[in-house]
């Protein structure tokens, strides 16, 4: 599930492309994954072959694809990008297998999404370097085994959950993203707004930060969105003052901890709908009128994150402190 829920436009995503740091040691935050992926890449440069397979996950926007082509520009390969939703037949994937160069790095979007004949033959292609293609049908059918150019598979994720085990199995090296804290997204911020040319004051920084949802992608776009109220309202001004940041966002329905509508709408339910709950997933994602993979990759990690709602083996349940963040009183009696 990609993160949907603003419209993007070609502008937006090339301005997006421009702010990805090139390298590991531009790439904010995620001391742990970087520490690791640093030293897997520098053991196949000393032996110089592919580096081991990579599976990211995490919810979106939190670096997966920038990792990615960071993996491939630290190792000097050339990189393939894919994703599971365009790989809907194992010929899809014999395709883009076959056309690889020695030692590239492809990487699969998504990676949950592939089909499932797709998924096995990609069991075999990471294993030892090869594919079986399957020519003719019925009992005339045979497979002709085509050898393959060795590469780096880097697989990302938003719901790890979903991959089969013998395809987690067989990445050498798997990361799971966590959201960022508001002091990480203060530097990605930064650097973003030189790139900008907004003058922005440490005390706006802070406010767009604490109000990122955990997420570089969710800060660099609040921070466009502040870039634009300052064109529009500053005058021959580039700098954002804190009020100009709270107009920004208020507009944009971001609220102060920066839930958007579709995060409270699902609190909103959550609460006033099922009296706190429990409910289940789909229940709730039919009354937001969602999808709930979204619900479940995008809304509610952050939610369980910042403790506004509970996982239970009979649904999920909002706390105390969601009451309190959208101002009602909790019912008497309720579950929670
Ligand atoms: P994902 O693939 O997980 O959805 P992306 O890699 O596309 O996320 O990142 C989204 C945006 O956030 C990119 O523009 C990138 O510049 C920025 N970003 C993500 N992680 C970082 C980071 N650790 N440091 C700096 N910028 C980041």
Do not use: C
């Not at 899809?92 to 592939?114: C, Y």
């Not at 594919?131 to 150019?149: E, H, Q």
């Not at 990122?212 to 064109?231: K, Q």
């Not at 909790?330 to 579950?335: C, E, F, I, T, Y």
């Amino acid at each position: 599930a990609r993160d949907q829920r603003l419209p993007e436009d070609e502008g937006e995503l090339a301005v997006e492309g421009a702010l990805r740091p090139g390298s590991l040691a531009e790439f904010v935050g995620q001391m742990k994954v970087r520490g690791q992926l640093q030293l897997l890449l520098d053991a196949a440069r000393i032996q110089q072959r592919p580096a081991d397979h990579i599976l990211l996950s995490g919810p979106p926007g939190l670096g997966k694809t920038t990792l990615a082509m960071i993996v491939a520009h630290e190792s000097e390969r050339p990189l393939r990008m894919s994703s599971g939703p365009a790989i809907q037949h194992a010929g899809d994937l014999a395709a883009l297998l076959s056309s690889l160069v020695p030692g590239e790095v492809l990487f699969i979007d998504e990676i949950h999404r592939m089909a499932r004949s797709a998924e096995e033959m990609l069991y075999l292609a990471m294993e030892d370097f090869r594919v079986d293609i399957m020519v003719g049908k019925g009992a005339g059918a045979t497979s002709i085994p085509l050898d393959l150019a060795p590469f780096t598979l880097v697989g990302a994720t938003t719901r790890s959950g979903m991959l089969p085990n013998p395809l987690r199995d067989r990445f050498g090296f798997t990361a799971h993203l966590e959201y960022y804290e508001p002091i990480e997204l203060e530097q990605v911020i930064a650097r973003s707004a030189v790139m900008l040319d907004v003058d922005l004051p440490a005390a706006s920084r802070a406010e767009i930060a604490r109000r990122s949802r955990g997420t570089p992608r969710i800060a660099n776009r609040l921070l466009r969105r502040v870039r634009d109220y300052v064109v529009v309202h500053g005058g021959s001004s580039t700098q954002a003052t804190t009020a100009d940041v709270s107009a920004a966002l208020d507009l944009y329905d971001v609220d102060d901890l920066g839930l958007d509508r579709l995060d409270r709408a699902v609190l909103d339910a959550l609460v006033r709908r099922f009296r706190g709950g429990p409910v289940g997933l789909n229940t709730l994602a039919v009354t937001v009128g969602e999808e709930a993979d979204t619900i479940e990759s995008v809304v509610e990690p952050y939610l369980v994150r910042i403790g506004f709602m509970g996982r239970t083996p009979r649904g999920r349940v909002a706390t105390p402190e969601a009451y309190a963040h959208l101002g009602i009183p909790r019912h008497d009696g309720a579950l929670t």
